[in-house]
């Protein structure tokens, strides 16, 4: 199965910094790769995505990066603000028994200060 | 409308007891999918279904039983509850057979004294 190893388990930065968080996986399989934001007490919901044919997207303040070869990602966040402040999640897909079951890494604290 | 829902948000219970967790999907998926969140954050998964079918079954003791009716449900029986067991269970579902985004409910908070 996949094994996605996340890093750090927590980042402290101040409001205004850029902020970015790092995963490997262990399976070349695996072609999805989404991060998803936890805030407190509430669900984890997807806030980008990127797939194994391209190396790189973005979506205002967040960026998303990839490199198959050496098997990680990283996610991007500048001008960071207070409400950035929550738990991060990537993960990895791969198929099987025809879906695609998604493995997550361990969560990225972010504190944001003001 | 709620995509995912599921019951009970809060359940507090004893030691040994039996207790059941729903979850149904209104988007449509075929694919369903329980998650454990422990007091460290760590998401794990337990369980995937595919259309009704179970297609993932990770290191869970077998005091816990999922049970699809429909591939719009997907139930989590637990039996014999442990002090360990506590933790946030979150039911998910996704379109499968293409890889991409899970939806998630809002999460079942255990607490097993």
């Known amino acids: 199965g996949e094994n996605v190893e996340q890093h750090p388990s927590t980042l402290s930065v101040q409001e205004g910094d850029s902020a970015v968080i790092k995963c490997t996986y262990s399976?070349?399989?695996?072609?999805?790769f989404p991060w998803y934001k936890q805030e407190l007490g509430k669900r984890p919901q997807l806030i980008i995505d990127i797939r194994s044919n391209v190396g790189e997207k973005k979506d205002q303040r967040i960026a998303v990066t990839l490199n198959k070869t050496a098997k990680h990602f990283s996610l991007h966040i500048t001008e960071t603000q207070p409400e950035d402040s929550a738990v991060y999640f990537c993960a990895a897909s791969y198929g099987t028994g025809g879906s695609y079951i998604p493995t997550f890494g361990r969560g990225t604290s972010l504190i944001v200060h003001p | 409308d709620t995509a995912v829902s599921q019951t009970p948000k809060y359940l507090v219970t004893q030691m040994g007891n039996d207790k059941s967790i729903k979850c149904e999907q209104n988007?449509?998926?075929?694919?369903m999918y329980w998650y454990k969140q422990d007091s460290k954050k760590f998401l794990k998964i337990m369980f995937s279904y595919n259309n009704k079918e179970l297609i993932i079954n990770e290191t869970v003791p077998n005091r816990f039983s999922p049970k699809s009716p429909d591939k719009a449900h997907l139930n989590l029986h637990i039996n014999s509850l442990e002090l360990g067991d506590s933790a946030v269970y979150f039911c998910?579902?996704?379109?499968?057979?293409?890889?991409?985004?899970?939806?998630f409910g809002e999460g079942s908070r255990l607490t097993v004294l």
């Open positions: 988007l449509g998926h075929d694919t």
């Open positions: 399976d070349s399989a695996s072609n999805y």
């Open positions: 998910a579902s996704s379109q499968g057979t293409i890889a991409g985004e899970l939806f």
